[in-house]
């Protein structure tokens, strides 16, 4: 069975950071690259970022500026996928998706069900 796991979301003072975490198994997911996303209340999803299957290749939205780093481990039978977030504002709040496909802004297979990010002021 084909899962996407997000974990690590929650609630962080203006400023802060959080580091997202995510698990891809059920299939071969090594040769996979890897996204993050995310949808805030109203707003249609958006792209974050993404890394290669090899890891050495990356994309970042230009909203990015250098606060978030993407990564992932290729586990035998997993891939875990990290986003690192830091200099946190309230319009960084919304639901952040993980997903699995090709290395691209918007082709993208596999989704995960979401976490919950809020950033307070």
């Known amino acids: 069975q084909v899962q996407l796991v997000e974990t690590g979301g929650g609630l962080v003072q203006t400023g802060g950071s959080l580091r997202l975490s995510c698990v891809a198994s059920?299939?071969?997911?090594?040769?996979?690259?890897m996204g993050w996303f995310r949808q805030a209340p109203g707003k249609n999803r958006e792209f974050i970022a993404t890394?290669?299957?090899?890891?050495?290749?990356?994309?970042?939205a230009d909203f990015v500026k250098g606060r978030f780093t993407i990564s992932r481990d290729n586990d035998k039978n997993s891939v875990y996928t990290y986003l690192q977030m830091n200099s946190l504002t309230p319009e960084d709040t919304a639901i952040y998706y993980c997903?699995?496909?090709?290395?691209?802004?918007?082709?993208?297979?596999?989704w995960g069900q979401g976490t919950q990010v809020t950033v307070s002021s």
């Open positions: 997903a699995a496909g090709q290395y691209s802004r918007d082709d993208y297979k596999y």
């Open positions: 059920g299939r071969t997911f090594s040769n996979y690259a």
């Open positions: 890394i290669d299957w090899t890891g050495n290749n990356t994309d970042y």
